[in-house]
């Protein structure tokens, strides 16, 4: 049967006492048998037997008893019930086995269920207790938990980083993969971030903490996949629905097993109680019960080791029915770094020197005034770029964003509007000057941004800054994989961007189709139109896609590691930026369905086959007993083949 919660077995002895009594159980039990044999019985079996059915019985009672105070009966109750009617016919061997027998697959049921729980919580010892915290000039070894945000912390090469912080001085390759799976280490300098539990290689580094120790990626991680390992899948809480009924039923036959043959007469009692208590054994659930939750807890502990959260197992079962998978473009089909490749002032014409011109520089420096402000991947671009060429940014006021257009605001007295042209469509033709510009920009996949004044209502367009996000290095492979993984169903691409450009990532990242122009909520109504061709996965950043994600089937965020948003809105967390972890955590979905489907099958059949043996063919009791509970810890062991995943 099912184990109690991670916490109610939170104590160190419980287990072990489990495991002495089990032990106990055998020694007892073999003594009895043992006795039975002997010509004088010193010391006489029941009083070898008397304690084998205490030990073995002690936690199947007192786990009956807790369900029983509740209304419940389970399959625990069944269990000491056999127990005691096979003690009751004069087989008191048979009931110790049986109690030995189940208490043995308990412990190894929830040595298995621990081991899964375990797999990622090991990840924390990576993370060192005591941290090197700079003073002014002094250094100090002290505990990670009294560090607050914008300590600074000294890491040296080959240690392990203590809490998740940004680098400000030193560059190292940093070992990652327990946090995000991913088994190269990744280059890192200052202004990047760093996460404890990482490992440093190679350099010295000097870390402003940006996390206390219980907030880090990596204990919300484990938070996360503790969660999501508590909460159940549909295939679960439709089986433990069903388990009071079933042992009802079970319950019910078993009268009737000694009832109606008691009535006909021609049988002696413990005959027929022999009968229907082996009968009752053989037909109880156990290995259906654990089937599920032994499948999907250790699918989402492997998972979250390759860096990949499962926010329950309704997600892992929602993922396996998944035949169409959307991207947003921005930050997830692409890098979402883009740069400023072009900037053009009105009135001059575009010039092929790299060099800058005042005017061009005036034209960036105004937009980047107003995207000082924005969080959109674009404005960082374009402040970059204006940092870059060491152009003064004035400050701005009264900015309005419209997500998916753009942003205003006002510098030195003027509105300046900054995004695409639906932004200034509405309001003007002033774009009628541009437009072979911008269809040049726009076909080769660029992204120009119109910078523009208002003033009475009229629109004078300034000039463009366009910017271009490269494709992810692995997006076509990613997006060929999935294709084959959601049998012949769609990898679409949802955009805000134009059509042109969106056509010209699509075809480079080979997606089937593209939706374009969209606005986060014509993402939301997109996502639920494609869920009429099956389960839909939509694959965002998580920030400004959270709409989206949430109306899918299945949710899957990106680069989750660091960022808050993306961790609390999906249904499924990648926490590195790698594209390929998308076709494996379908993958894992499928598999985890298949071994969900193998248990219950195999659990089904050995208790019919036990079932038929048992009503028509006097099968032993102790047989019975070793093929249900046998059939039992298989299941288990089946469901930790999940945990071990194939890269
Ligand atoms: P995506 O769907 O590609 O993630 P968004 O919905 O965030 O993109 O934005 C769609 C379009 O709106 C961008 O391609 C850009 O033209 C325009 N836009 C949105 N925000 C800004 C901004 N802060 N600055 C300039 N343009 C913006
Ligand atoms: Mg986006």
Redesign the pocket.
Known sequence: PPRPPAGARASRWLPRLEIGFVLATLVLMTGGWVAERMEQEIPPAWSLYLPAFLTGGFFGVRSSLRSLRRGRIDVDLLMVLAALGAAYVGAPFEGAMLLFLFSLSNVLQSFAMDRTRRAITSLMKLRPDHALVRRGSETELVPIDTLSVGDRVLVRPGENIPLDGIIVEGASEVDQATITGEALPVAKGEGDPVFAATVNQTGALEVRVTRAARDSTIARLIRLVEEAQAQKARTQRFLEKSEQAYAIGVLLLTLGLVAVPLALGGRTFSDVLYRAMTVMVVASPCAIIISTPASILAAIGGAARRGVLFKGGASLEALAKVRVVAF?????L?R?EPEVTDVQAAGHPARATAEASPVEDAVLAL?AA??AR??????QA?VRAARDRGLAVADCQDLR???????SARVDGRRIL??????LKAESSALEPWATTLDAFHRAGR????VAEVENGLVQVLGIVV?A?ALREDAAAAVADLRRRTWGGQVVM?????PE??AAIAAAAGVDAFHA????ED?VRVVRELRDGGGVAMV??GI??APALAAADVGIAMGAAGTDVAMETADVVLMSNDLRKIPFAIDLSHRARRIVIQNLVFALGVILVLLVLALGYRLPLPLGVVGHEGSTVLVCLNGLRLLRTKR
Request: glycine share 14%; hydrophobic share 35%; aromatic share 2%.
């Open positions: 947003d473009k921005t930050g997830t692409t979402g937009a107003v995207e924005s969080e959109h991947p674009i404005a374009v964003a419209r997500p998916g257009l753009g942003v900054v995004g695409n042209a639906r932004y992204t120009p941004v119109i910017v996000d949802l955009t805000g961007d134009h450009v969106a122009e969209l606005l986060p993402k965002g950043d400004n896609d």
